[in-house]
């Protein structure tokens, strides 16, 4: 394809509030302007207010200066900043396509996460027509061969936010934003993966042939430009627990780091199961734990955690409310991760090599840990059938942890394998900059066709 004669391109990026989208986002905006393009980041009052909360800034301190033209705007979303936002979830983000079609710019949708998330979602009205889900309390658990480039055959892969079991976990205004989301994709004239080309070769295939699409996960550009740690720490919408020195005490590759992310919350029971585990396990252990909520309502340091667990345990325990990820699975001393296999928790994981013990809370969940565990093989799950039990949790980490049983070779020797693939992908030229650079050439084609040449902006959302 000729390069169309304005090299330019202005991205409007409008950030989502939850913090699992957020630093993709903000990663995404570096690659597009290393690649030549403007950038305008726009954030809500309400973000910018979490985020300056977080890092105990004043909110008009200006953003950082990364050396490329990126320019951060704040506006306001039309809601005080004391509003419940998740009241609104519906209506919050999902008028971007609307808005780029109104002033004929083109649209792109940005998904964090697995592109397999997308296509099941995209597919839906495919599995209503075939009569295997007609509505998100009535469906046919055999979905094999249904979706283009999808091989879910387990029911308790399918992503919890379109069936019905999990009500109680995901509330119905927000089941209602997924799925609209999922078809209001549609609109799009471009979608972007937070992924790994390698890593999902058929699905990605198989949604080029609906939309075009590019695995652009952009974590290369950071290493490349600016450190990051920095940059996905100064977009944290919590204060973060530095935990260098604790770790710094400990022997390498000793630390289990566990963490349910910011989003998804467990039962006391589940808490107290895994709490008794580690305490068994013997195992030394970086645990984030927000103590003042859990999902059954009340706290989680009100009978969740077992007598004696604080106590006797202290020497190799570290709890904290939270903490910059990325710097804590980069430590040496970390060995395993227990993840809930939130995609940006996956890709960072794996990014640093660490083997993962999974245990999926709700929504796409479920579906990551089928990929961790039965495709790429580089994790294990917590428990073969729920509930979770503190003789299984006690169990799996010290198979892991342990370093002297087959599990925990295979384990370290596929990641080590999935690892290099993602590290190779996201090198200069790897697939993700080659994915990066065709789609800015795809982008400018559109951009020419829609005002021959005149209109230089494009819409990006999440």
């Known amino acids: 394809m000729a390069e169309p004669d304005f090299i330019k391109p202005h991205a409007i990026m409008v950030e989502f509030l939850f913090q699992g989208h957020i630093n993709p986002f903000i990663n995404l905006a570096i690659g597009l302007a290393s690649k030549g393009c403007t950038v305008t980041y726009v954030q809500t ?82 599995l209503k027509e075939k009569g295997l889900f007609r509505s998100c309390g009535d469906y046919n658990a055999d979905i094999h061969g249904h979706i283009p480039g999808v091989k879910l055959t387990d029911v308790t892969d399918f992503i919890t936010y379109f069936v019905p079991e999990d009500d109680e976990m995901v509330p ?47 974590t290369n550009f950071l290493l490349h430009l600016i450190s990051t740690v920095t940059i996905i720490s100064r ?109 940006s928790s996956i890709m960072e994981s794996i990014w640093f090599g660490v083997p993962m013990i999974c245990y999926p809370i709700f929504t796409d969940q479920p579906t990551n840990r089928n990929m961790v565990v039965n495709e790429w093989k580089v994790g294990v799950n917590l428990c073969d059938e729920p509930p979770v039990s503190a003789e299984e949790v006690a169990q799996k980490v010290g198979r892991l942890m342990s370093g002297n049983n087959n599990v925990s070779d295979e384990l370290r020797r596929e990641m080590m394998k999935t690892s290099e693939i ?5 090198a200069s030229n790897g697939s993700s900059d080659r994915n990066l650079e065709r789609f800015l050439l795809d982008l400018k084609e559109k951009i020419r066709t829609k005002e021959q040449g005149r209109v230089k902006q494009f819409v990006a959302s999440q």
């Not at 609104?88 to 397999?116: E, G, I």
């Not at 205004?173 to 790994?196: C, P």
């Not at 993602?422 to 996201?426: E, F, I, L, Q």
């Open 235 to 343: 977009r944290s919408l919590r204060q973060e627990t530095d935990c260098a020195e604790w770790l710094g005490s400990k022997p390498p590759g000793s630390v289990l780091f566990v963490s349910f992310g910011s989003f998804a919350q467990t039962s006391k029971q589940v808490i107290r199961e895994i709490a008794r585990g580690l305490q068994t396990s013997r195992v030394n252990f970086v645990w984030v734990l927000d103590l003042d909520t859990s999902v059954d309502g009340g706290t989680h340091d009100n009978g969740a955690l077992p007598p004696g667990f604080e106590s006797d345990i202290a020497d190799r325990r570290l709890i904290i409310p939270w903490c910059d990820q990325c710097k804590v699975l980069s430590h040496p001393t970390i060995g395993g991760f227990l993840t809930h296999c939130g995609w």
């Open 45 to 126: 009052e309400c973000n910018q207010h979490l985020i300056s909360k977080a890092r105990a800034a004043d909110p008009h301190t200006p953003e950082p200066d990364f050396g490329l033209d990126i320019r951060f705007k704040t506006i306001s979303d039309g809601f005080p900043l004391d509003f419940d936002r998740e009241l609104n979830f519906v209506d919050n983000y999902l008028w971007l396509p609307a808005v780029a079609a109104k002033y004929n710019l083109p649209a792109v949708s940005f998904w964090p996460s697995a592109a397999l998330r997308l296509s099941v979602g995209y597919h839906l009205e495919l």
């Open 422 to 426: 993602v590290h190779n992908a996201m």
């Open 172 to 218: 119905p205004v927000l089941r209602e934003g997924i799925v609209k989301a999922h078809l209001e994709v549609r609109k799009a004239d471009f979608i972007l993966y937070y992924t790994v080309q390698e890593l999902e070769v058929e699905t990605l295939s198989a949604l080029d042939q609906e939309l075009p699409s590019y695995a652009v996960r952009p």
